[in-house]
């Protein structure tokens, strides 16, 4: 039987690579993003549109979650793994950001995950097998200048799944989490202003960032696992234990990094 896997924020980026990995590996994908059109280029540039399903929503409209779960779980009648890849950046002090633009950032990065995952996990512990895969970030692993909202709300998923896996300890349902760092995406050109504006520019970490197809391929082995967390970076991963073991050195690096801009 086909495995199905239902991939979220499928239209570019990370969503997209992952899109075409999976059916390079002859699953069946359901895809999910706003724009039809743009699904429609992702599944076409595959070269095997016809293992591609095509669900477009808003996932940021949280009230229709459940109904999107439920119509993703519906065309083929059960789901092997579900891969919550959608989600915003936002770039913007604490006191310039707009309160509204701050709850939009975490309806699409935190709650919409969220409401998934209540709706699909007892679905996939019925069935017997699943499992479940976010994509968080390495900035949720530390604090920047001007990403507070953005880290926090990854930070947020992290924990939740992080809680999540220990409660599904006995479960048949595997919880996976990955945190890549820096990828060549749109994900600095779409990020939100303060206002809620869109940042249209990319910066030197995007363009020196992995490549989403790499990272999908190494995403795809990881989901092979039986292994809760990986993070998945260049050099930029270097932060990681430079924070946990010398904060105090690591954020004077990065505030000559400020400086220099």
């Known amino acids: 039987m086909q495995h199905i896997v239902w991939i979220t924020g ?9 899109v075409a990995e999976y ?12 724009r039809i059109d743009a699904l429609q280029s992702v599944a076409e540039k595959t070269g095997r549109a016809e293992n591609i399903h095509l669900l477009p929503a808003d996932l940021g409209d949280l009230e229709n979650i459940s109904t999107l779960s439920l119509q993703a779980w519906n065309i083929q009648g059960h789901l092997d793994m579900v891969i919550l890849n959608a989600g915003v950046g936002q770039w913007g002090t604490v006191t310039e ?6 709850d939009q950032l975490f309806d699409l990065n935190y709650h919409s995950p969220v409401r998934t995952i209540k709706a699909i996990l007892p679905k996939m512990e019925k069935q017997g097998f699943g499992r479940i895969v976010a994509i968080g970030s390495i900035a949720g692993q530390f604090g920047q200048r001007k990403l507070a909202a953005y880290s926090a709300s990854k930070a947020a998923l992290t924990i939740y799944l992080e809680s999540l896996k220990e409660e599904c300890h006995d479960s048949p349902v595997r919880i996976q989490l990955v945190s890549p760092g820096s990828a060549r995406t749109q994900i600095m050109e779409s990020s939100m202003l303060p206002d809620g504006s ?8 995007q363009e020196n960032g992995l490549d989403p197809a790499i990272l999908a391929k190494r995403i795809f082995q990881f989901t092979q696992t039986r292994r809760f967390h990986a993070v998945m970076t260049g050099s930029e991963g270097l932060a990681l234990p430079l924070h946990y073991f010398l904060p105090g050195l690591f954020y004077r690096m990065l505030r000559l990094r400020y400086a220099r801009k």
């Open 97 to 102: 950001t707009q309160t509204e633009v701050e």
């Open 198 to 205: 869109r940042l249209n520019k990319t910066g030197k970490a």
């Open 23 to 34: 059916a390079r590996q002859g699953w069946h994908v359901i895809a999910t993003a706003r």
């Open 10 to 18: 499928a239209s570019s980026g990370i969503g997209a690579a992952l």
